[in-house]
Every structure is written in C-alpha cells, then in structure tokens.
C-alpha cells in the first residue's frame, strides 16, 4: 500500500501484538500498528546493503505528531545512510545506554511539551512554563543523573514516595519572582509522576526506550478536593470584594475573580484572556486555546457587564483584557490579591480552582443537567462532571432562585 493519511487513517484495528504495513513507492518505509491504537513510522533495513547486511529497524517518530510528508524524507535520509555503511539504530541503542533522566527531560522541554498528547493542541505558554518548573524542581534533583534505560517501576515508586514525604521542598531563587518555593506532598506527587510518564510515552515514541516504566505505579486519589463555597461564605467574599480597591493591582484581581464565579472558567481562560476571544455580540468567549483546546465559554449578564466595565477602560490597540501591571504580557498577580481576599472574608482555604467547583456545584443544586454544567465547563469526560451528581437531589435546588439571587445581590455589584 502507498502510505498517506488517507490509507493509513482507514487501517483496521489491531486485535493483538502489532502489525507492519509498507510503503509501496519506498522500500523500508512503513508503520507499526500496536494494540493499544498506536501507530508509528518506522525504517528498515541491511547495514552496507544487500542480503548480507545485518537487518535493523529504526523508528522515525508517531503517526499525528508527524505526517506522512514528515516522516517520508527522513526514512529516505536513514536508508541511504544505512546503504552507505551507517547504522542509525546503533547510533539510538547508544543514546539509549548512555542518556540520563536531565538530558531526556531538556530534550522535551524542547520538542515534546509542546503538544497535548491528549488532544494534540498546542500547549500555552503558562502549561509549558509549569510543566518544565516540575521536571526541573522535582525529577532532576532525584533522578536526573539515572540512565533512562536502566530505571525501572520500582525507582518510580521510590520517586513518588520521596517526593510524597517533601525530600524536594526547597526554596530557589527566581529570576522574575524573586524567590521559589518548591512544595512536595501527596499532590504534587501524583502531579509529578504523570507527567513523567508522559516524558517517558514521548521517549518510547522517539525510540529512546522499548516500554514506559511509569506505566502501573500506584498514585494517590488524584489529591482531588471538591471545596464548595456556601451562600455564606458567597456573601462574606462578596462584602470583601466590594471594599475599595487599595490599588490597580486588586482592583483587576477583583474583577478576575468576579468573572471566575460568574462563568466557572479555568484561571488561566479569564488571567490570559485577549479582547479578540471576546464576542459581545453574542455574549461568550471564544477561546482559541485551553486546557482542552479550542473552546466556547457562554457569558451571563452579569460577567457581560464586568467585562464592558474593562472595555471602557482598554485603549483601542490593547491586546489583554487584563493587561500586566509591567511589560507587554497579561495579568499575573492574582494569587498574591486572591491570598489577601480569602483571609479578610474568612475562607482562608478557599483556592481559586474553588471557584470553578462552586459554579458547577450550585448549576447542579439547581437542577441544571450534568450534560450542560459540562458543555459550559469544557469537560471532555462525563465523568469530569459526574462528580457534582450528588449536589443534584439536595434541598438546594428548590432554593436555586434564592440562593442566586443573593449572590446577584451580595457578591455583584449592579447585577
């Protein structure tokens, strides 16, 4: 067969072990289907040529991060190498032996943390930028000397266990923030060993290694904590909120926070939003990006007004709705106003992920579908918004129109 998108698209499924399919026009080229729905380019071939050349097979990289015009010219590049006398899956079984845990994780953070493996999206910067931050704080101090070959599920497990009882904790020096402080705990092991072994998927599609290792350890329940805020604790931040702002700063934090409630958007949707995501004729957000890629947040009356109130303040040539105090970037601040808030309105364990867990809480006390509390919040999985089921059949719901209203009246101004 002529591999293309096409054909290769149309494969059928893989029921057992793997399969091989070549390319017609390019002896040596194929693909490598396996059960689990991967596929992958692959070039093979005899070291000097001819039958009595030493057969090897090299992989050239994942069928969706590289295209078949991708992968074509780099297959012909290797079996013209291999016809000459060089032997690229020697020259891999030699990075393999050799490369270590720090080199694995630069070489991602160059190439692989780019893309969602997921969804196949571009990542954000602010993604990038975290993920990097965990590999850099959490897996190179322990690890980053080990030879990614020779580390198995155990040194995994030991890795989550230290970094589960705080062996990372620490405090760096930042360039941009001043100071940086490294927390460890169940949380962040759970967090850490993931996107390990996404690393690890990525060096196993590279051909770095055969099997991921991380595959199987044994994490703790996510660390997930559904925190709800009640119609008491709505009004006391509400009060807070309506306190003069003290400076530029809180006052654009004020109304982040405003528009978070208001839409049960993710932090990052409404920190990092661009006036052109912004559709009042229609009134919601189209994201161009997001945790789940591309998304639409529909916008109550309410969030409209805060985000009018913004435009009257934008110049004609502004890019952020939310502008950074400094530089040409957006608004960064929110955590250092969010801390202060939480603690004048008494509800000092409130994070601002909370904020999103309320909005879904009260939609579902409210008698709103589970479906549509995950449409607005962009949940790819019904399990995602299977969480709030509980809060359907509670006293809340008859109160919905209350409880809203109070909010409207308490947290709002002008709703």
């Given at each position: 067969m002529k591999l293309g998108a096409r054909s290769i698209n149309a494969l059928p499924k893989v029921e057992g072990g793997v399969r091989f399919y070549w390319d017609d026009e390019l002896p040596g080229f194929g693909l490598r289907v396996r059960a689990n729905g991967k596929k992958h380019f692959i070039a093979q071939y005899?070291?000097?040529?001819?039958?009595g050349g030493r057969s090897r097979r090299v992989t050239i990289g994942t069928y969706g991060t590289l295209t078949v015009?991708?992968?074509?010219?780099?297959?012909?590049?290797?079996?013209?190498?291999?016809?000459?006398?060089?032997?690229?899956?020697?020259?891999?079984d030699s990075i393999r032996k050799s490369q270590t845990v720090s080199q694995l994780i630069d070489t991602w953070a160059g190439d692989g943390v780019l893309i969602n493996r997921r969804t196949g999206a571009r990542r954000s910067a602010s993604n990038i930028?975290?993920?990097?931050?965990?590999?850099?704080?959490?897996?190179?101090?322990?690890?980053?000397?080990?030879?990614?070959?020779?580390?198995?599920?155990?040194?995994?497990?030991?890795?989550?266990?230290?970094?589960?009882?705080?062996?990372?904790?620490?405090?760096?020096k930042g360039r941009k923030r001043g100071l940086i402080k490294v927390a460890g705990g169940e949380g962040t092991a759970t967090r850490t060993i993931r996107l390990l072994s996404s690393i690890l998927s990525y060096a196993v599609d590279q051909g770095i290694i055969e099997k991921n290792p991380a595959l199987g350890v044994k994490l703790a329940p996510g660390g997930q904590r559904h925190r709800?805020?009640?119609?008491?604790?709505?009004?006391?931040?509400?009060?807070?909120?309506?306190?003069?702002?003290?400076?530029?700063?809180?006052?654009?934090?004020?109304?982040?926070?405003?528009?978070?409630?208001?839409?049960g958007a993710r932090r990052s949707e409404i920190e990092g939003l661009r006036w052109s995501e912004v559709d009042f004729q229609f009134g919601m957000l189209r994201k161009e990006t997001s945790k789940t890629g591309a998304k639409v947040i529909p916008l109550a009356r309410a969030?409209?007004?805060?985000?009018?109130?913004?435009?009257?303040?934008?110049?004609?040539?502004?890019?952020?709705?939310?502008?950074?105090?400094?530089?040409?970037?957006?608004?960064?601040?929110?955590?250092?106003?969010?801390?202060?808030?939480?603690?004048?309105?008494?509800?000092?364990?409130?994070?601002?992920?909370?904020?999103?867990?309320?909005?879904?809480?009260?939609?579902?006390?409210?008698?709103?579908?589970?479906?549509?509390?995950?449409?607005?919040?962009?949940?790819?999985?019904?399990?995602?918004?299977?969480?709030?089921?509980?809060?359907?059949?509670?006293?809340?719901?008859?109160?919905a129109n209350v409880i809203a209203g109070e909010i409207a009246a308490n947290?709002?101004?002008g709703a």
């Open positions: 005899r070291v000097g040529g001819g039958k015009d991708d992968a074509r010219p780099l297959a012909k590049r290797i079996l013209a190498d291999a016809y000459l006398g060089k032997d690229h899956a020697e020259e891999r930028a975290n993920e990097v931050a965990l590999a850099t704080h959490h897996l190179k101090p322990l690890i980053g000397s080990r030879t990614v070959e020779n580390l198995t599920k155990g040194d995994i497990e030991r890795l989550r266990n230290q970094i589960a009882t705080g062996q990372t904790r620490t405090t760096r709800y805020l009640s119609p008491e604790e709505l009004r006391r931040l509400g009060a807070t909120l309506d306190q003069p702002p003290g400076t530029p700063a809180a006052g654009t934090a004020v109304a982040i926070i405003r528009l978070l409630i208001l839409t969030a409209l007004q805060i985000l009018e109130e913004q435009r009257q303040w934008a110049s004609g040539n502004q890019v952020w709705v939310f502008p950074g105090q400094k530089g040409e970037g957006h608004f960064d601040s929110l955590n250092k106003e969010w801390t202060r808030i939480r603690r004048q309105a008494g509800i000092a364990d409130v994070r601002i992920h909370d904020l999103r867990h309320t909005y879904a809480s009260f939609g579902a006390a409210g008698g709103v579908g589970l479906p549509l509390i995950g449409g607005i919040l962009g949940h790819r999985q019904a399990s995602t918004t299977q969480r709030y089921a509980h809060l359907a059949d509670t006293p809340l719901r008859a109160a947290l709002f101004r």
